[in-house]
Structure formats: structure tokens, C-alpha cells
């Protein structure tokens, strides 16, 4: 599984850099994404329900932010 470290940035940049991943996979790979910013999983949310793709899980990380598994539709 693919990991992308977005911690730091801000929105809209954890979705569009989230976005630009996922299309570099074949459907039916998971990406695993770390990201810190507050709307961050509103916006993953919306992605995967705009693009078609799967949101396994999103939990929290004892640091702050969120861990996102997305399986690319």
C-alpha cells in the first residue's frame, strides 16, 4: 500500500495532492494518506464520494491528524 505524508498542509492541497495519487493507481489499490489539517476529512470524504472511490477508514492519530484509506474506485 502507497503512503502519502501530507501533514503541514493546508486546504485545498491534501485533497488535490490526494487526488493526483489516486489517479496514478489501478483501481483497486488502497492508498494510505496522513494529514493534519481540520477539514481534511470532510474533503477525503467528499473526494471519494465525488470520484467514486472507497473510503476504508479514517482514524485519529495520537498526534493530531488523521490516517485515510482510500481504495481507488
Keep these: 500500500m502507497q503512503e502519502l505524508d501530507l501533514m ?10 490526494t487526488e493526483k495519487a489516486l ?3 489501478p483501481a483497486g489499490r488502497r492508498l494510505s494518506i496522513v494529514a493534519d489539517d481540520p477539514l481534511a476529512p470532510l474533503d477525503m470524504a467528499h473526494l471519494c464520494n465525488e470520484a467514486g472511490h472507497a473510503l476504508v477508514s479514517t482514524t485519529p492519530l495520537p498526534n493530531g491528524g488523521w490516517r485515510f484509506v482510500i481504495c481507488r474506485g
Design 8 to 17: 503541514g498542509l493546508k486546504c485545498p492541497l491534501p485533497a488535490l495532492r
Design 23 to 25: 489517479a496514478a493507481l
